[in-house]
């Protein structure tokens, strides 16, 4: 192969075989060219000379990895790491290294710190090795693996499907739904568009409920997404599951992004108050103020049974700004809940106004459990008698008797928040509730 710019710096080695400078280009001629015994050579002989050269060092470490002299090259790149700890490049090198040679557990932990100096580090190698597991075809890109596990949805219910929660509705409306429909109108007025709804309140009231029948409203797709799931998927790897994630919901706009147990990336959780917690807090923000990428056509709504444990800076303007308390259905909600619920069910002059009555402070899941018991009792008598018969007001009111709303516990907890943590009036739709006077 020729490469007369190599052979001329050749020449003119061998007349000043001291020349440093020189001899570093000679080296990293033969990088280029793949020669990697050659380039060991040179690099050691300029090692020799300059021991601190950083440079030089890194150079013959590629030169031994590329002759799969791992230990080696490890050797080499721990003595740099010493030098300069916080170099991406040198870091990305020993964790390679350290893959090949086996010690897969310290090829994780370099593998995370470089995630957290660079959340969009990407190598195939890598993160095949590291990131989430499962992920099945090698041409399966990131954002398609997401897709494809999370589960993208088209839901058919719309807010018709749900039982009260009027006013919920109304914000979701306000808030998110007219500014997706009708951008043009918000510019026009200088409003920002952008942040999202952050649902909160007990468990079982609706709120995964009226997400996924936002997104049935306009038409949109669904991505849920439990918070503590991408924390888990990699440790470590956090940043970039977020990152993903909001990617998936924007290349599928317009998308309902949900973001459960929002509270997981919590403020007064110790595990995020370390450098990494804080890392995927603000990873989480700056993807919600849509930082490197639009957010249009991205509605995003969050829920928490904790609100309490959230982090303060999601509250500011522009993000979830806007807290929306679900509480626990009325009794008129009560009512069309359990029509909602029976709609395909066999049943016989029911009186869904009666049985609401009966059903104070239950939640929509604990309607949703007081039917199944009622189906199970119709099923057994079904078998004994060998005549199905339709559910009837007096069988809904009785599984009631033998149930206690799960509403309860929670109610227990908030009440003290929203007595001694009521921060600018956050909680007073909770004290409301709960017919406490401010
Ligand atoms: N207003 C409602 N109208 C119709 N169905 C409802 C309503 N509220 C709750 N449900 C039903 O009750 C069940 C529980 O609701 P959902 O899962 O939305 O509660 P949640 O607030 O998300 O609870 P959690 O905090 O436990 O996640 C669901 O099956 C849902 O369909
Ligand atoms: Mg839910």
């Not at 040179?42 to 590629?62: C, M, R, S, T, V």
């Not at 199970?376 to 009785?398: N, Q, R």
Request: negative net charge; charged residues 30%.
């Amino acid at each position: 192969m020729a490469n007369e710019h190599l052979n001329a710096l050749l020449l003119a080695l061998e007349s000043s075989p001291e020349n440093i400078p020189l001899r570093k280009m000679v080296a990293t001629e033969y990088i280029k060219e793949k020669s990697w015994e050659k380039a060991e050579e040179h690099l050691k002989f300029i090692l020799q000379y300059e021991p601190g050269d950083g440079e030089a060092k890194f150079q013959l470490a590629e030169a031994y990895y590329h002759q799969r002299a791992y230990s080696t090259a490890i050797i080499v790149l721990e003595e740099l790491q010493e030098m300069e700890a916080d170099n991406v490049f040198r870091k990305i090198l020993y964790c390679r290294c350290l893959l090949k040679d086996g010690s897969i557990a310290e090829a994780r932990q370099t593998y995370m710190e470089i995630i957290r100096m660079d959340p969009k580090f990407e190598d195939a190698e890598l993160d095949k090795e590291f990131r989430l597991t499962g992920q099945s075809s090698e041409s399966e890109s990131d954002e398609e693996f997401l897709e494809r596990t999370l589960g993208m949805q088209k839901p058919s219910v719309k807010f018709s499907d749900v039982g009260g929660m009027e006013e919920v509705k109304k914000e979701i409306e306000l808030k998110i739904i007219k500014p997706f429909q009708h951008p043009e109108l918000y510019k026009a007025y200088g409003k920002k568009v952008g942040g999202g709804i952050l649902l909160y309140g007990p468990p079982g009231c609706g709120k995964t409920h009226i997400a996924r029948a936002t997104a049935g409203e306009v038409n949109a797709n669904f991505l849920s997404v439990g918070i503590n799931d991408v924390l888990d998927m990699w440790i470590g790897n956090s940043e970039k599951n977020l990152h993903n994630i909001f990617e998936v919901a924007r290349q599928n706009a317009p998308c309902v992004l949900f973001i459960d147990e929002v509270d997981a990336l919590g403020a007064n959780r110790s595990e995020m108050r370390g450098a990494s917690g804080r890392n995927v807090i603000n990873q989480f923000l700056s993807e919600l103020d849509g930082v490197e990428a639009d957010n249009e056509g991205v509605l995003i709504l969050a829920a928490t049974n904790s609100p309490w444990h959230m982090d303060p800076a999601f509250k500011r303007p522009g993000r979830f700004d806007r807290m929306i308390f679900v509480s626990p259905p009325d009794q008129p909600a009560r009512s069309s809940i359990l029509e909602i619920m029976l709609k395909d069910k066999p049943i016989e002059n029911v009186d869904f106004n009666k049985v609401a009555k009966r059903t104070p402070e239950f939640s929509g899941a604990d309607l949703k459990a007081l039917i199944d018991v009622s189906i199970e009792a119709k099923l057994m008598s079904a078998f004994d008698s060998g005549v199905p018969e339709p559910i009837k007001t007096d069988d809904l009111v009785k599984a009631g008797k033998k149930m206690v709303p799960t509403t309860k516990e929670w109610f227990a907890k908030a009440r003290n928040y929203a007595l001694y943590a009521n921060e600018s009036g956050l909680y007073d739709s909770v004290l409301s509730y709960l017919k406490i006077k401010k």
